[in-house]
């Protein structure tokens, strides 16, 4: 991975990772053995035919490339960013075997960025059909579905609570993974399409649920948004934060331009981040770029830590000190944060599994204190919850998703739900994936129906 | 972009606007809000919905800090970037019997729609209102038509009752003629008054102000304590019973960001004379 030099980047939000260079894309491309069975599209969400484009690539024919991603994905500047790809296409890309697999996820992207600058083909839409179908939430989720049921002829009211499309796309991850310009650039493609989109509509509320079933399909979108707190003593103290509202602040309200943006925020010159995510490695590197020191802990080993590798180095090289096998009991000070205590962790046996279950040290000396002026809570967030509640008869699983089959049929025959609100907190490319499945069954649904 | 339709000053620092906003009246009920962002450059916030009419919706804000002032500066045919809404769960209105809604200061302007909401659910309401003195009293009139009966209070009894709505809520407790209370105003307003019920078991809700971004449970921002377990006042309130919030903690909460709020301010004012764009 190529990135910008780590003093450059700490200064800035722009972009860490730079993409390839097209005499670069085209030998990595000349890597692939377009395996007739190729391994690596069993690694993929959305099966995109990757030595297809691969191959195009290789051949110079970028237009082509891009047609081939697009069949199947069309986000790909976004998810050849955020695509956690070492585990999926490439970790099962038959070069991995004995070599490094070839860098299908930088090879998406710099089509896609190409594309991007030398003009987007509008895909092939059918005819009006004359149905309406409403989306609810713009994540990827959203914005998948709404296509494809676009292409389909249909008439798509996408809603979305906040002022501003993508979902955590926009108000989650940081613009040095995720350039807002380009999540508004794929969205514009989608709206080129032909979608209505209103924007601070809250569905349940500014829509009531009558006129929502009113349509002749729903798509449920509305992700996993509800943070989870950690349950300590100084949870309220002022200079908490769920990730959400941190990462919030700086990412859609531009809190870090304070004043010429109105929202403020503490900074913080030291703070701790509790959790071991991509969401807890997004907090910490803002905070970084804040000017903050930043302790990151972790109550497993660092080996454990859940969040990209790719995310964890950058976090290391941008000076984020890791305090692992630790878990804060509670946070000190009042009315601001003065500290946070915690408690080494003892790895125990392990769970199903495999990974060995945590469990707080007994022995006394066991805890310690660091100390900082900013929390951050980065420890997981849950199914929405506010429209899944308000939709008589609709069956919800475990935790408060919404219930669905496999291809995004719910309990209520003509709604139908996807990404993060179906499957709890997952990825981008896993939202797209169901929200394609459940388009696929509403265009048929619909089709049927005439 | 939602337009200005009516603005109007009502009392001292104190304005009235009518804002074009369908989606959000179309349901809005009362103990409602919106969260609004005047410009790209804006901070999103709550306020409460005071009345609807047709396809507008009236707020009822004090010109505290950046973001109210730069709104009193707005005029009629302007218009608001981003209103969200309506926010929060409805008030509790149901048939109760005997009602009072209490609003101090800028906390005034919810009562209308409330009382209303009561009236028609038929019960009897009884409107109490107080503000420092008489030039920050306001919607006298039209709290006076909602409701079947009116008391005014004035700190320094320039009208009305000389002392606080506690005064007379006591009185009306001691009388045992209450169902149900709203006591909607500055958190330590509400703290008091709401002590005047707490042994009487008369239901009592007041309205939280915790700082809020989404309002839509997605942050945590307006996290409180209700009967010592975590809500959000944006999803779960912001209507709460009175006698089991944690007041200090939902004060400390709104102090957070007491510096940060005086360079906002200064920055707009000095903003202001630079480019006079703003004047
Ligand atoms: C900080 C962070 C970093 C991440 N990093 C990665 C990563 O590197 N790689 C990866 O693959 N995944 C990552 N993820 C996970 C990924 O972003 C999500 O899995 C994905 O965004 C889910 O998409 P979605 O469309 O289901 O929901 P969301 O993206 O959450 O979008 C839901 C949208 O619905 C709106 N909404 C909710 N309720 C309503 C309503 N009632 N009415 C109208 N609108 C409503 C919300 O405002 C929101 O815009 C990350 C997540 C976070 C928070
Ligand atoms: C549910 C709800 C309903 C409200 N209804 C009304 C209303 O009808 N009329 C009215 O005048 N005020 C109302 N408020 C308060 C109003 O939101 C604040 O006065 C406003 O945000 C101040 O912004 P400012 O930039 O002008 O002042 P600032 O100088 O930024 O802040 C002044 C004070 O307002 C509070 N505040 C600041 N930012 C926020 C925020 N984002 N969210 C909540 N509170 C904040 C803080 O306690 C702060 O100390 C309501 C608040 C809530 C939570
Ligand atoms: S969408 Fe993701 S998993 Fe699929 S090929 Fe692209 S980077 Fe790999
Ligand atoms: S498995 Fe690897 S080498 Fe084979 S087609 Fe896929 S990317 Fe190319
Ligand atoms: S304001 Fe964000 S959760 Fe309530």
Request: net charge negative; aromatic share 6%.
């Amino acid at each position: 991975m190529n990135r910008r030099p780590v003093k450059e980047r700490l200064q800035d939000f722009d972009e860490v990772a730079t993409g390839l260079s097209e005499q670069n894309a085209v030998l990595e491309a000349l890597r692939c053995m377009e395996c007739p069975r190729p391994l690596c599209v069993n690694g993929c969400p959305v099966s995109i035919d990757i030595p297809g484009f691969i191959n195009a690539i290789a051949n110079e024919d970028f237009r082509k490339a891009a047609r081939i991603i697009k069949e199947d994905n069309m986000l790909p500047a976004i998810c050849g960013r955020v695509c956690p790809q070492e585990a999926q296409c490439q970790s099962t890309c038959i070069l991995g075997k004995k070599d490094k697999p070839v860098r299908i996820g930088a090879l998406e992207r710099f089509v896609a960025d190409w594309e991007r600058e030398n003009g987007v083909e509008a895909p092939e839409t059918a005819p009006a059909t004359g149905k309406r179908v409403a989306v609810v939430g713009s994540g990827p989720a959203g914005i998948t579905a709404a296509t494809e049921c676009l292409r389909a002829g249909h008439e798509v009211t996408i809603f979305e609570s906040l002022h501003a499309a993508g979902g955590v796309l926009t108000y989650g991850i940081p613009a040095f993974r995720m350039p807002k310009d380009i999540v508004q650039f794929e969205i514009e493609q989608v709206l080129t399409l032909g979608a209505e989109l209103k924007l601070n509509h809250i569905v349940g509320r500014s829509v009531p649920v009558d006129e929502l079933l009113a349509y002749d399909a729903v798509f449920i979108g509305t992700g996993a948004g509800l943070p989870y707190f950690m349950g300590i003593k100084g949870e309220k103290f002022s200079g908490v934060y769920s990730a959400n509202e941190f990462l919030t602040r700086v990412n859609l309200m531009h809190a870090d331009k304070f004043p010429e943006f109105d929202t403020p925020l503490i900074r913080g010159s030291r703070v701790a981040v509790v959790g071991g995510g991509n969401v807890a490695m997004d907090s910490a590197r803002v905070a970084r770029r804040l000017g903050a020191k930043v302790y990151l802990i972790y109550r497993r080993r660092e080996e454990d830590l859940p969040a990209r590798e790719e995310e964890v180095a950058n976090a290391i090289q941008e000076g984020v000190e890791f305090v692992c096998c630790a878990n804060p009991t509670r946070i000190l000070g009042g009315p601001g944060v003065q500290g946070i205590k915690c408690i080494r962790m003892d790895m125990c046996e392990c769970d199903e599994s495999g990974r060995p279950v945590p469990r707080a040290c007994t022995e006394a000396g066991s805890t310690f204190t660091l100390d900082v002026d900013v929390v951050i809570e980065a420890i997981g967030q849950g199914p929405n919850p506010l429209l899944a509640g308000l939709i008589p008869g609709l069956k919800r699983g475990r935790r408060g998703t919404i219930e669905v089959d496999e291809d995004g049929r719910t309990s209520i025959p003509h709604v139908f739900a996807g990404g993060d609100i179906a499957t709890g907190a997952a990825t981008v490319i896993g939202a797209m994936g169901s929200a394609k499945k459940a388009a696929a069954a509403i265009n048929k649904m619909l089709a049927d129906s005439e | 972009m939602y337009k200005i339709v009516k603005r109007d000053q009502i009392a001292d620092n104190i304005f009235e606007f009518w804002i074009n906003a369908p989606h959000v009246t179309k349901a809005g009920r009362a103990g409602q809000f919106v969260v609004l962002r005047i410009d790209e450059n804006g901070e999103r916030i709550p306020l409460t919905i005071s009345a609807t009419r047709g396809d507008d919706v009236r707020i009822v804000f004090m010109a505290v800090g950046k973001t109210t002032q730069q709104l009193a500066a707005m005029q009629e045919g302007e218009s608001i970037r981003d209103v969200a809404g309506p926010l929060g769960m409805p008030s509790a209105v149901k048939k109760w019997g005997h009602c009072a809604v209490i609003g101090g200061g800028v906390g005034i302007a919810c009562l209308p729609i409330l009382a209303r909401e009561l009236k028609a659910a038929g019960n009897e309401v009884t409107g109490i209102i107080g503000a420092r003195n008489e030039g920050l009293l306001l919607l006298e009139d039209e709290l006076d038509e909602a409701c079947d009966e009116l008391v005014i209070c004035t700190d320094d009894g320039s009208k009305g009752h000389h002392g606080y709505p506690a005064d007379i809520l006591k009185e009306m407790v001691a009388d045992q003629i209450l169902d149900a209370v709203w006591i909607i105003g500055p958190g330590i307003m509400m703290k008091i008054t709401s002590m005047a019920t707490k042994d009487s078991g008369i239901k009592t809700f007041v309205s939280l102000n915790p700082i809020m971004v989404d309002g839509t449970g997605m942050c945590g921002s307006c996290r409180v304590t209700i009967a010592g377990e975590m809500k959000f006042a944006c999803v779960d309130g912001p209507e709460f019973d009175a006698h089991q919030v944690d007041w200090d903690e939902l004060m400390n909460r709104q102090r957070t960001y007491t510096g940060q709020e005086k360079e906002s301010l200064e920055h707009y004012h000095e903003h202001k004379c630079h480019c006079g764009e703003h004047q």
